[in-house]
């Protein structure tokens, strides 16, 4: 890549979320690449970031690298406190005290609703009937409760086009559903994804339709690759931009975090 920095694409894409945390946030983290950049925000520009896992454990940072799972020793040695996923998610997530949560996604549409049930082929229901997938996935995890509950939602995602599609064929976790107002017909408390942070750029939703459009891309990427691997018609905002490049001390903070460098990859 032809940048001043040595850096891969999972850390251009952890430094872009991070950026999107601002230093008063309550925020919440999922395992793995979430964790990277909310902790990286943390350690760079968001000292003040009141953290928290679904599994309850709030206000710690990482100890030896990054946890393995979301009630690691990693993470909840020098927590301030250490509850249960009743209380981080049904007490602060579901009424909407939480400001940001990052997740991650299998596959996302152009409405940001997440799919990290199964791969099918076609639909994942039959009018309300469920149908077996071609292959199981994780499922959601406390992802649906941080897509319905928090302020906004950031989605990380490798940017591949079998993971960007016009439809998700099964929503584990909701975005804005067909899009328009239809989160505010379905009573959702939190306000819904406010970016897609990919390996290759930034989409951000149409303040209107709720389409997500293309934002920004990187140094290293441009708008015909991006648009190559997403599978709509994606718009280009009339204020794309390219991302900045992560800095030295960006680069530094991040691979604090991820001390073992567990995350680095290509």
């Known amino acids: 890549m032809s940048t001043s920095l040595d850096y891969t694409r999972q850390e251009m894409m952890a430094i872009a979320t991070g950026r ?6 309550l925020a919440i983290f999922g395992v793995g690449l979430s964790m990277l950049a909310g902790y990286f925000a943390q350690a760079c520009h968001a000292p003040n970031i009141r953290t928290m896992t679904e599994g309850g454990v709030y206000g710690a940072t990482p100890v030896g690298g990054l946890p393995w799972g979301i009630e690691c020793n990693r993470i909840s040695s020098n927590a301030t406190s250490f509850t249960n996923a009743i209380d981080a998610l049904g007490f602060l997530v579901a009424s909407g005290r939480c400001d940001v949560g990052i997740i991650g996604a299998a596959q996302v549409d152009k409405f940001g609703n997440v799919n990290t049930t199964g791969i099918w082929d076609g639909d994942g229901t039959v009018g309300d009937t469920y149908r077996l997938p071609k292959t199981r996935l994780t499922g959601a995890g406390g992802a649906n409760d941080i897509a319905c509950g928090a302020g906004r939602v950031i989605i990380m995602v490798t940017h591949e086009a079998k993971r960007f599609a016009d439809k998700v064929s099964y929503i584990s976790s909701p975005g804005y559903l067909d899009g328009g107002n239809a989160r505010e017909r379905h009573g959702f408390v939190g306000g819904g994804p406010s970016a897609i942070v990919t390996t290759l750029g930034i989409m951000r939703p149409d303040p209107q ?19 190559a691997n997403t599978g709509w018609d994606l718009k280009v905002s009339s204020n794309a931009h390219v991302v900045p490049e992560p800095t030295a001390e960006e680069l530094a903070a991040l691979r604090r975090v991820d001390e073992t460098g567990m995350l680095r990859k290509k």
């Open 20 to 25: 999107e945390l601002r230093d008063d946030d």
């Open 209 to 227: 339709t709720k389409e997500f459009v293309l934002d920004a891309w990187y140094p290293f990427s441009s708008i015909e690759e991006i648009r």
